[in-house]
Structure formats: structure tokens, C-alpha cells
Antibody
């Protein structure tokens, strides 16, 4: 059964780099047609798409975060990572990773992790 | 960016009665392939979002058939034929046609 587990520091200092890992089990991270996405949700707010990445393939970033964002896939570790630099309080949010079957049937984010809360504070 | 606008933002419902949520996009979500890149998610209290509908009208795996999606272009609707207590939460529409992918503000469904 597919499991996605986000992990990382719950507290990041202002202007530091936020680093998160999404550990994938129960599915091949390099499965044909599968992308992996990051989405965030500020406390008591709506959802914001961050990026989609495919192992060995394309990466799509939200332009509003593009200059500060790096997303990568390590198939050997079965991990998807996110790094967001120069964070401020507006980056405080629950960060979710999700599976994205896309190349053939465009199914959207069909499985989500439980999310991890990151608070940015000085 | 494509702006997604949901209505209503709050929807009190009676169990057993139907319910409907509207989602409008600022640009057409109809791709030349014939697919509408419109998705519906439900975020139950304290949980991660879960996929309900993909490509405008296709129910995701395991989603009860009381949920249905319709529409094309810029106007879409999510319908619940008979609301159950477990359907409470916030419903979001999302467009996957153009980067950045964008979500609606969310519609909070609660039992009257």
C-alpha cells in the first residue's frame, strides 16, 4: 500500500532554507507516468500548488516560488525533496507531498501524505 | 494565472438532501485533447485532501457514486446526490491545465 511521509524541521528561522523530504513506500518512485507534487496550506487557509517533478523527467515550478525553490527525486532513497530558500513568515504552512499519475490519464493528485507543519520565525 | 472561483463558500446541508458546488475558471480548461483539466478535492476535518473527481467528471477510485462532476470550459459543478454526515469538510476545485496550477478558495460543507 502506498505511503507518503513528509519530514523535516518544524521550525525554520527567517531567511534560512526550508528542507523537506517525502519518503515513498509501496510504489516505485520511478513508475512510468508518475509525477510527484508538493502542495502547501497556510494555517486555516486554502491550498497552494508548489511544484511537480518526475524522476528522470520534467519539473514544473510555481513561478511565484521559482527563484527560491529546488525540488528533486532520489530514486535510490525513494525520496522526493523540497528546498525553499530565504523563507519568511508567509512560508509558514502545512507542506504536503502527493502522487500525480499524469502522463496518460491525468488523474491529478490521487494520494497525499499527511503533511508536515513548518513554522518560520525569527 | 488562472483564477478559480467557487460558490458558495459556505454550504449548510441536510443529510439525505442533494448539494451542489460551483467552480468557475477565468480561462477555459478545455484542452485540444478534449479533456477538461478540472479536479475536485475534499479535505475532511484534520485530514489531508483527497481526490474526488478528475478531468471534470471522472470519479476517483473508491469515491462513492453519490458524487458527480460536470461542466466544460469555464463552468463546473460538483454534485452530491444525497449528503451523508461523512461528507462534511472543505471542497476545493483545482485546474491542472496551466502552470501555476491553482485552487479555488474552498467551500465549507457542514451539517445543518
Amino acid at each position: 500500500q502506498l505511503q507518503l511521509q513528509e519530514s523535516g524541521p518544524g521550525l525554520v528561522k527567517t531567511l534560512d532554507t526550508l528542507s523537506l523530504i517525502c519518503s515513498v513506500s509501496g510504489d516505485s518512485i520511478g513508475s512510468s507516468g508518475h509525477y510527484w507534487g508538493w502542495i502547501r496550506q497556510p494555517p486555516d487557509r486554502g491550498l497552494e500548488w508548489i511544484a511537480n517533478i518526475k524522476y528522470g523527467g520534467n519539473t514544473f515550478y510555481n513561478p511565484s516560488l521559482r527563484s527560491r525553490l529546488t525540488v528533486s527525486v532520489d530514486a535510490s532513497k525513494r525520496q522526493v525533496s523540497l528546498k525553499l530558500s530565504s523563507v519568511t513568515a508567509t512560508d509558514t504552512a502545512i507542506y504536503y507531498c502527493a502522487r500525480l499519475p499524469w502522463d496518460t490519464d491525468y488523474r491529478g493528485f490521487d494520494f497525499w501524505g499527511r503533511g508536515t507543519l513548518v513554522t518560520v520565525s525569527s | 494565472d488562472i483564477v478559480m472561483t467557487q460558490s458558495p463558500l459556505s454550504l449548510p446541508v441536510t443529510p439525505g438532501e442533494p448539494a451542489s458546488i460551483s467552480c468557475r475558471s477565468s480561462q477555459s480548461l478545455l484542452h485540444r485533447s478534449g479533456h477538461n483539466f478540472l479536479y475536485w478535492y475534499l479535505q475532511k476535518p484534520g485530514q489531508s485532501p483527497q481526490l474526488l473527481i478528475y478531468l471534470g467528471s471522472n470519479r476517483a477510485s473508491g469515491v462513492p457514486d453519490r458524487f458527480s462532476g460536470s461542466g466544460s470550459g469555464t463552468d463546473f459543478t460538483l454534485k452530491i446526490s444525497r449528503v451523508e454526515a461523512e461528507d462534511v469538510g472543505i471542497y476545493y476545485c483545482m485546474q491542472g491545465l496551466q502552470v501555476p496550477w491553482t485552487f479555488g478558495q474552498g467551500t465549507k460543507v457542514e451539517i445543518k
